[in-house]
């Protein structure tokens, strides 16, 4: 497995580093966006020219990782010049998992007999169980979408996840994200996979699913690592929430192409099928869904709770605690110019 983690120090700035054990190899690259477009300009394989580039100081992966370290991670993946030129989106609605939680979110009542009364979400479900795998370079039928904001939303391992004071709730979501940029001739290319936790008010979504677009501007995690190889076939992983020394809930989760109604050149296709997602220089971090959240399974989050989102072959776990804006909700004016 060959990963990058982005970091910084006070005194030398960003730096890419490569994973190697438990030691980082610092590169001369202060980013994985630049050492791609470095890449891609020099014509060669991104885990190429990072396996073979040098490095100039090797640093204590566990001293960085749970922050004794002067070097501080970053999230696996952004733009590190314009963070606005960072789309964070995603699609929901691709494990059975997810399909079953929404549907009982906005289950219907029952007009007194025994048929099933579907929800428009596990309708469009149940288009991408029948046509979200199509054959090879055709085109299947389009999932949910959803945007969550720029890149100065993406927090990094260990920070904060905050619940604005307009905020019902907050809740993990354990996912993976795809990492890509948009390379001089408007061709997507994507870097690799990060561990995310797209982190969404289920509350809010919970009253009304034309809700949910607004449920989804919130923060969110990515990393620690961004893997240049890593199977997205059949992934294992678990989620747990602790709340100060005990674990308040966990399970084991599923992802990748052999658990999801589609896949994923599909769900590539239809997020990059828009020419405004491929504009040269972009960069865009991508949520595949998830299989299963605590919010789901009646669990409330509060002040403080730590969420930890682990991904076999996907690197360290993903750790952010839980921050909840207590304030009142300011009323924000427009003024005129």
């Known amino acids: 497995m060959t990963s990058l983690v982005q970091l910084i120090h006070p005194q030398w700035g960003r730096r890419v580093a490569r994973v190697s054990g438990d030691r980082l190899d610092i590169l001369e690259s202060p980013s994985a966006y630049s050492i791609a477009r470095f890449a891609l300009e020099d014509d060669r394989a991104l885990i190429d020219l990072v396996s073979s580039a040098a490095s100039s100081q090797s640093v204590s992966y566990d001293e960085v990782y749970v922050g004794s370290s002067d070097w501080s991670l970053l999230p696996a993946f952004d733009h590190p010049d314009e963070p606005a030129r960072c789309l964070v989106a995603g699609t929901g609605l691709t494990h059975m998992a997810s399909a079953a939680n929404r549907q009982a979110m906005h289950e219907q009542e029952k007009d007194g007999g025994d048929d099933e009364v579907l929800t428009d979400s596990m309708r469009m479900f149940r288009w991408g169980v029948e046509g979200g795998r199509p054959d090879p370079g055709t085109i299947g039928v389009a999932p949910e979408w959803f945007y969550k904001g720029p890149g100065s939303i993406v927090r990094a391992h260990g920070d904060s996840l905050d619940v604005p004071s307009y905020a019902d709730d907050g809740g993990e979501e354990p996912e993976i994200a795809g990492c890509y940029l948009i390379d001089d001739d408007g061709t997507p290319r994507r870097l690799g996979f990060a561990i995310g936790n797209e982190f969404a008010d289920h509350v809010m979504e919970k009253k009304n699913y ?33 709340r100060g020394d005990d674990t308040i809930w966990s399970r084991t989760i599923v992802t990748g192409e052999a658990n999801m109604s589609h896949s994923l050149a599909n769900l590539e296709h239809h997020h990059f099928k828009y020419a405004i997602h491929r504009r040269p220089g972009d960069a865009h971090i991508h949520f595949y869904g998830a299989d299963g959240f605590s919010f789901g399974e009646g669990v409330a989050l509060e002040n403080g709770d730590v969420m930890t989102v682990a991904w076999e072959g996907f690197g360290r776990a993903l750790r952010n605690p839980l921050r909840i804006d207590a304030d009142p909700d300011p009323f924000v004016p427009v003024l005129p110019v």
Do not use: N
Not at 217 to 240: I, N, Y
């Open 210 to 242: 034309l809700y949910l677009a607004p449920s989804k501007l919130r923060d969110c995690a990515l990393g620690p690592e961004l893997v240049l190889d890593g199977d997205f076939g059949d992934v294992h992983g678990t989620v747990h929430i602790e």
